[in-house]
């Protein structure tokens, strides 16, 4: 806690900033806005964890009741975002932990973030350099990416089980409170809980459903796929009420948003951890699946919404798809045009290619209003953002990321460690998503860029040494 002289002679100081400022610049907003900020740095260099807290709001918008923009955007150049990631910065080369435990997973996170970093710094010069594009266009493209950085960032600052309960469980309350509006959304839907998220009445055959566009969803998806194999694998970092509480929130909020692509990677989420599982405990685990089976019936049952619904909301993939109508129309007509850039710029892709430069550069409309300029990247396909961002290379840097996964994964499994529960619903959840990003955003802008790092640090953090030595912890999952 900050001691009541320095916390009071910070707001001192914050305040004299603020009147200094309105003085100077005549403008009451942007003097609140400087004092707020200076009392913010304030803070996070006595106590940093608020800042990796501040972080994962703003990448969510906080809930979707507070737009980032509001508080710092310059058009043209910065956004509150740049501003957090220039605070990280310093706090990474300032900030030095007392000391740092010796974990190799943690160097190859370590590096696997700084790879990728300095894969998007040359991009943005190097799109830039080659299609003689404005640097500034090129560097909001792509300034997504340099939020990889908050890996880095994490892994320095926050390398204890401490630290790490402390952001898992900052980001289980993201998730539970997300879902829990979600919910109430669906029950009392003539009031609104979500502040100006998106929320639609989608039409389904006969029938219609409320789509809700969670700001969150990202965490919801992860919580849920943690807190349920900490739940299977009986990890004692949370009581196991905790974890079967934020399992059934965030897997209710999943399916009440009535989003496909979710749906699909809830399932993965469920299913993919038969891969390293396979022969463990197999009547514990099909008996779990069959009563997660039954749950999600019940509370499909319990949301008014019908089974048929369901069903045409399922079955309406491929009718889109089969008849060419719907979202899937113009997604793939414009992932046709995309593929062509691709095509041409294979190994590295085109890189970070503006809005306003696409249509000059490549030809490249939005096909909903083809007035006006789209950017290559897409929400509509993190896999093909990836591409366009990094091409083949890309590719191969996410291949050895989820290879990586995977294998340590494995291990933690065979070794039977205390946590395994959460390198488990890492593992899963970081898959399920890049696999569903053949048709949703993925890992491929702010919000993403800034889960996965977290969870990447999450994931090293837990895999000790002593592990990968084969020194098996006392507390047995299958004893």
């Not at 993201?174 to 009445?201: C, E, K, P, W």
């Amino acid at each position: 806690m900050l001691s009541i002289t320095k916390s009071r002679n910070i707001v001192i100081a914050g305040l004299i900033a603020c009147v200094a400022s309105g003085i100077f610049l005549r403008n009451v907003y942007l003097a609140l806005s400087i004092g707020a900020g200076f009392l913010y740095i304030g803070l996070v260099f006595k106590k940093p964890i608020y800042h990796v807290y501040f972080l994962l709001l703003t990448s969510v918008r906080f809930l979707g009741y507070i737009d980032p923009e509001e508080f710092v955007r310059i058009p043209n150049a910065f956004k509150l975002i740049d501003v957090l990631l220039v605070i990280s910065f310093l706090l990474y080369f300032i900030k030095h932990p007392d000391s740092v435990e010796n974990n190799k997973n943690n160097e190859i996170v370590t590096k696997i973030f700084i790879f990728i970093l300095f894969a998007t710094i040359f991009q943005i010069i190097f799109t830039s350099i080659r299609f003689q594009l404005p640097f500034i266009n090129c560097f909001k493209s792509g300034r997504n990416y340099l939020c990889f950085f908050t890996g880095l960032f994490v892994l320095k600052l926050f390398d204890t089980d401490h630290d790490r309960q402390r952001i898992l469980r900052f980001i289980f309350i993201i998730a539970v409170i997300q879902s829990i509006l979600v919910i109430l959304q669906n029950i009392f839907g003539n009031y609104r809980f979500l502040g100006y998220t998106r929320i639609i009445d989608q039409e389904i055959g006969n029938a219609s459903v409320m789509r809700v566009y969670l700001p969150s969803d990202i965490y919801v998806l992860a919580s849920f796929s943690l807190a349920f194999w900490m739940l299977f694998f009986r990890d004692k970092v949370f009581e196991s009420w905790i974890l079967l509480t934020i399992s059934f929130l965030t897997g209710f909020a999943i399916l009440l948003s009535f989003t496909r692509s979710y749906w699909i990677c809830l399932a993965l989420i469920l299913a993919l951890p038969l891969l390293v599982v396979h022969g463990i405990q197999s009547v514990k685990h099909i008996t779990l699946l069959l009563f997660i089976a039954v749950f999600l019936f019940t509370i499909i049952l319990f949301s008014n919404r019908t089974i048929l619904t369901v069903k045409n909301r399922i079955t309406s993939i491929s009718d889109e798809v089969g008849n060419y109508t719907g979202n899937f129309a113009y997604r793939f007509e414009e992932n046709k045009k995309r593929m062509d850039i691709i095509k041409q710029h294979l190994i590295i892709g085109p890189g970070f290619v503006h809005a306003d430069d696409a249509p000059k550069l490549f030809d490249f409309r939005t096909l909903k209003k083809p007035e006006r300029a789209s950017i290559l990247q897409t929400n509509d396909s993190g896999i093909l953002t990836w591409l366009l961002s990094f091409g083949i290379l890309g590719m191969i840097w996410l291949s050895y990321v989820l290879y990586f996964l995977f294998i340590k994964t494995r291990k933690m499994v065979i070794v039977k460690h205390n946590q395994v529960g959460i390198v488990v619903g890492i593992m899963a959840f970081v898959w399920s998503l890049w696999i569903s990003s053949i048709t949703t955003t993925g890992f491929t802008f702010t919000k993403g860029v800034i889960c996965f790092s977290t969870v990447m640090y999450l994931f090293a953090g837990t895999i000790k040494e002593k592990v990968e030595e084969g020194i098996v912890s006392n507390k047995l999952y299958f004893s």
